[in-house]
């Protein structure tokens, strides 16, 4: 069935040439493991790639010549690194099995990646590994099959008619070791030579990694395959948490909108004192702000688990955070409906056993650009939401922000108070004033977004007592030192990326039924706070009581005047 042939063990005389042992018929059409690699790799860039791509291109700035050498070079890269894999695999009897499976993986996962967005890792593998068979029914349509086709099974039968030449073992072995050394150095030549692009490009977007068809799969195949947590037992942290009496004693149920801003660094906001007046709607609500807070991390994936995990920022990881329940679980178990509602990458795992709604995709045509919406979308029909369900409810909304470096897509025309803006996502080629306002006008839009969210609650104040908090993940660099966006590690990150927003809105229906006593908050608020408050200040809002609760962290426990 298949052409691979192994050559008979025999002396080779290196000196002289390296000749493989086995000779192909005149008439056919011979490669051997290293032209079959560079060709096949060829073949998977080309024709599995388009997620890829499309999102290599979103972020890069094609009107500048050096966006376009860098997409040259990650398509190099991308095919090396390919061929390196494939050569790798190009073993007698096992290259054309091992390559018509990637073909057909490849194949479905070009399609799940190009129909839906998704991107593919360990957990994804876990997930389709788990999937029964009504879901995966579900998946099937005349596309997929089409995909399939034409990428699965035509490639798989073109592999049965080439022939490929082996040498004996020594030759093989030194074939391959020359072919993959040279590959590897090409890569890491072509990475080092544009090292500052790679480095931003791949730290902001992690994502397009997972997006390598068909390295992501293998990658995840493996991780998954040799990973020990498969299946990561997640311990709750209390098991007493209820409403007090003084919560229940109240008239009406509590709404309570947390919303988790996006890049969004203190010093840039009006209300801080900053030069502009990015916040003029906020600043005109009856806001309690809070001027000097800290973050967690510097980065999206290390700050929202942290933010809604009771282990705080000394003692945070990511292993004990995805190992242990949190504080949307904390609430859940008292009884009150929780909603995540996303227009970012994800809840970082800090959503994953309450209630979540994925509005980035979503096709509102005022409010959705192609694949992203404004934040706006997060209030989306969030009216009918909370007339579903009876009773407090809490609602998390999960900005997009101010994430970078594209700034200028993050708000609606309209919103462009401050110009000319940077346009380019390569923001070292724009001055300093054209990243900062287009930054700022990011700020100005979240200003507009969160006024919106606090008359929204307003209006719901006949039903509910209403609050509100806001507050950033981590900060972001405008080319101060020369350091653009974020995820510094935290010991050397400039304050920049560590200084985040952070105010709360209490209706007055709210303040009375919980009698907070609001001169005494003004008083605290211009204490130093960090995100280790969260979690016990939202408890302590919502009148929780668990053994987990720290009334020492919470900043409201001290103003409340409970007679
Ligand atoms: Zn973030």
Not at 156 to 173: A, D, H, P, T
Not at 515 to 529: A, K, Q
């Amino acid at each position: 069935m298949f052409n691979a042939i192994v050559g008979p063990a025999k002396r080779v005389d290196m000196s002289i040439s390296i000749v493989a042992p086995v000779e192909c018929k005149e008439s056919e059409q011979c490669f051997n493991s290293a032209q079959f690699s560079l060709a096949a790799a060829l073949f998977f860039v080309i024709f599995y790639n388009a997620t890829f791509f499309e999102h290599v291109i979103a972020l890069i700035d094609l009107s500048s010549f050096r966006g376009v050498i860098f997409i040259a070079n990650v398509s190099l890269v991308l095919w090396l690194l390919t061929a390196i894999f494939i050569a790798l695999a190009t073993l007698p009897y096992l290259a054309k099995p091992i390559l018509s499976v990637l073909c057909i993986g490849g194949a479905s996962v070009a399609y799940f990646m190009d129909a839906y967005g998704v991107v593919i890792h360990r957990l994804m593998i876990q997930s389709v590994l788990e999937t029964d068979y009504s879901e995966t029914r579900d998946l099937i349509n005349m596309n997929l099959l089409l995909y399939m086709v034409a990428l699965g099974v035509l490639p798989s039968m073109l592999l049965l008619k080439i022939n490929l030449r082996y040498g004996n073992f020594s030759v093989e072995l030194l074939r391959k070791s020359k072919f993959i050394a040279v590959a590897f150095l090409s890569c890491l030549t072509l990475i080092l030579s544009m090292s500052m692009d790679y480095a931003s490009f791949f730290r902001n977007h992690k994502e397009i990694r997972q997006m390598a068809n068909p390295l992501n799969f293998i990658y995840a195949g493996l991780s998954y395959a040799t990973t020990n947590d498969r299946i990561i037992e997640v311990k709750p942290i209390e098991n007493d948490a209820a409403i007090s009496a003084a919560g229940k004693a109240q008239e009406k149920p509590t709404l309570f909108i947390l919303v988790v801003g996006e890049t969004a660094r203190a010093d840039h906001f009006g209300i801080n004192g900053y030069e502009r007046n990015t916040t003029p709607l906020i600043a005109q609500q009856n806001i309690i702000n809070f001027p000097k807070v800290i973050s967690c991390g510097t980065e999206t994936a290390v700050s929202v688990p942290c933010m809604f995990s009771n282990l705080g920022r000394s003692s945070y990881s990511d292993s004990k955070a995805n190992s242990q329940e949190g504080l949307l679980d904390v609430i859940s178990h008292a009884g009150i409906s929780v909603l995540w509602r996303d227009n970012n990458s994800s809840c970082k795992g800090a959503c994953n056993r309450v209630n979540y709604e994925e509005m980035q995709h979503l096709q509102v045509p005022e409010l959705c650009t192609g694949r992203e919406c404004f934040d706006e979308i997060l209030l989306h029909q969030l009216d009918e939401q909370v007339a579903s369900a009876a009773g407090s409810k809490v609602i998390v909304l999960h900005q997009k922000g101010s994430h970078g470096p594209d700034y200028f897509k993050r708000y609606p025309q309209g919103n462009e108070f401050y110009a000319p803006v940077c346009k380019s996502n390569q923001l070292q080629n724009c001055t300093k004033a054209e990243v900062v306002n287009a930054y700022d006008n990011t700020i100005r839009y979240t200003d507009y977004f969160l006024n919106k969210t606090i008359e929204w609650l307003k209006s719901k104040g006949d039903y509910y007592n209403t609050s509100f908090i806001y507050l950033s993940d981590h900060g972001e660099s405008l080319g101060e030192n020369n350091l653009y966006l974020h995820g510094m590690p935290y010991s050397i990150a400039p304050k920049e990326q560590k200084q985040v927003p952070f105010f709360m809105w209490l209706s007055a229906g709210y303040s009375a039924a919980n009698h907070i006593d609001s001169d005494c908050m003004r008083d605290l608020s211009v204490n130093p706070y960090s995100h280790d408050n969260l979690f016990h200040t939202v408890l302590g809002m919502l009148n929780l009581q668990t053994h987990v609760y720290d009334a020492s962290l919470d900043i409201i426990s001290r103003c409340k005047r409970l007679f």
